[in-house]
Nanobody, 124 residues
Framework: QVQLVESGGGLVQAGGSLRLSCAAS????????MGWFRQAPGKERQFVAA????????YYSDSVKGRFTISRDNAKNMVLLQMNSLKPEDTAIYYC?????????????????WGQGTQVTVSS
């Protein structure tokens, strides 16, 4: 099985940028579709973005479309989430997740493996 570790979170002012990384070990990341999710205090975990095994297909939630970019480097066993024009409502713990399914999923139940999360805080 694959182990996932997120990094890159922190405190940033509204309008700023952060880049999150998800490093994988144990298995090659190239066999998994990858997703990013987030969970704000008192709220359910929600889908943010997903990317196919090859990186050729991506999908975003409406709330981040045009501001966030998901990418992957299979040679480095890593997935990235570039977050620009951050807003206070983007404050959450961000998780990466791996899925061996045939298509990109937005439902968290479709993802088998999860990282421990990284905190992103956007101040107004």
């Amino acid at each position: 099985q694959v182990q996932l570790v997120e990094s890159g979170g922190g405190l940033v002012q509204a309008g700023g940028s952060l880049r999150l990384s998800c490093a994988a070990s144990g298995r090659t990341l190239s066999i998994y579709n990858m997703g990013w999710f987030r969970q704000a205090p008192g709220k359910e975990r929600q889908f943010v973005a997903a990317i196919s095994r090859s990186g050729g297909s991506t999908y975003y939630s409406d709330s981040v479309k045009g501001r966030f970019t998901i990418s992957r480097d299979n040679a480095k066993n890593m997935v990235l989430l570039q977050m620009n024009s951050l807003k206070p409502e983007d404050t959450a713990i961000y998780y990466c997740a791996a899925d061996q399914g045939r298509v990109l999923y937005t439902a968290q139940t479709a993802y088998e493996y999860w990282g421990q999360g990284t905190q992103v805080t956007v101040s107004s």
